[in-house]
């Protein structure tokens, strides 16, 4: 019976840490509901509004049926119209579209002898997801107007994969999962940083030296960016090696988008640590960034067949743009310059978590 009362203080005791620690309360609740909304909406499986550009070369009225009963099917988003396949090729390359649609100039004689594709569909394959949202518009009936009968998509469509024909799984995952990788190792190097420098007593010590708030995050930044190089060169090498997934643009461009990115990371953890006040709590906060980071960055599910909320939500996300850096340079060979504006995303959320840090730092020190 004594042992029991002893339990019951013990017990007693946690629920009053508990209460008292809010961050560890909000966790509790919190996390799961973040959770099941993230899985609810990021997992979808059936994928729609398919960032989409159409040559349309026709230009008759039988092409702009076709390409309104083609919006309808809301498997598309048709964002923009372009003059030719080059137009098309460059908008897959620069990853602005997921899916080019060509009508030729003869679209009306191909519907009606039906002896070969009327349509072309360009599917980026980088994501094998898009080559079969792109097959089941070939299963989707579509009627033109009364002088032509209704007929299959599959005898209109041809679909044409690039950058990944094969459809390999590796060839999508891999650059995917190194912006996870580094995200979860950047994070939870400089996430405990300044907090554990408090636990072990030598922030006092830093205070008392004539560095500025700025020099001392910087500092603490530039060694993980070297091992942040360690571990991108470990990735590319088991990648290329074991699976085989090929880096067909410049490899200095690669690097450079991925420093940035590191940067970021370091830097979001540096504002996690500022935060926090206890290594334990920088933990917990590191996940409200991680599980939304592999979730919303278009790293496991397309990023367009997501609700729209939830991807403003991961336009947020330095991963969701360096997924988007890495895919186009290994993958489809773009050019840095032509996926600028990822890279400057990037550039921008490092200065603006760097001085929020630098900010929050400074302020604890007063």
Excluded: C, W
């Excluded at 939870?188 to 922030?203: D, K, M, Q, S, Y």
């Excluded at 960016?225 to 067909?248: S, T």
């Amino acid at each position: 019976m004594k042992s029991l009362y002893r339990i019951m203080a013990i017990v007693k005791k946690e629920i009053r840490q508990l209460r008292r620690d809010r961050l560890t309360f909000g966790m509790i609740v919190g996390l799961p509901v973040i959770q099941m909304l993230m899985f609810g909406y990021a997992i979808n499986t059936d994928v729609r509004n398919l960032r989409t550009a159409v040559s349309d070369q026709s230009g008759t009225h039988l092409s702009q049926q076709f390409v309104a009963e083609l919006r309808q099917t809301q498997v598309v988003d048709i964002i923009e119209f372009v003059e030719s396949v080059d137009n098309l090729e460059t908008l897959l390359r620069r990853g602005k579209i997921s899916i080019g649609v060509v009508i030729p100039h003869d679209f009306d004689r191909r519907v009606s002898d039906r002896s070969r594709a009327a349509v072309q569909l360009l599917v980026d394959g980088t994501d094998p997801t898009m080559l079969g949202v792109a097959n089941q518009l070939r299963t989707m009936p579509i009627g033109f107007d009364s002088a032509h009968s209704t007929s299959e998509l599959s005898q209109i469509f041809e679909v044409r994969p690039f950058y990944n024909p094969e459809r390999r799984t590796p060839v999508n995952i891999i650059p995917g999962l190194m912006g996870v990788i580094l995200t979860m190792t950047m994070i939870l190097f400089t996430a405990v940083a300044i907090v554990r420098e408090r636990e072990r007593g030598n922030l006092e010590l830093l205070i008392n030296t004539p560095l500025s708030s700025t020099e001392l995050m910087v500092g603490k930044v530039i060694p993980y960016i070297v091992i942040g190089m360690l571990q991108l060169v470990l990735i590319l090498a088991v990648g290329r090696l074991l699976f085989d997934v090929p880096v067909l643009g410049s490899i200095i461009d690669l690097f450079l988008a991925a420093t940035t990115f590191v940067a970021a990371n370091l830097a979001l953890g540096l504002l996690i640590s500022t935060a926090a006040t206890t290594q334990f709590q920088a933990m917990q906060m590191m996940v409200f960034v991680l599980l939304p980071s592999i979730l919303l960055s278009g790293f496991m599910f397309p990023f367009d067949g997501m609700p729209t909320f939830a991807q403003y939500i991961g336009e947020v996300l330095p991963n969701t743009h360096f997924i988007r850096l890495t895919r186009g340079i290994m993958l489809r060979d773009a050019a840095l310059a032509e996926l600028l504006p990822d890279l400057l995303y990037l550039i921008g959320f490092t200065l603006v978590a760097m001085f929020m840090a630098a900010m929050r730092f400074s302020k604890r020190l007063d």
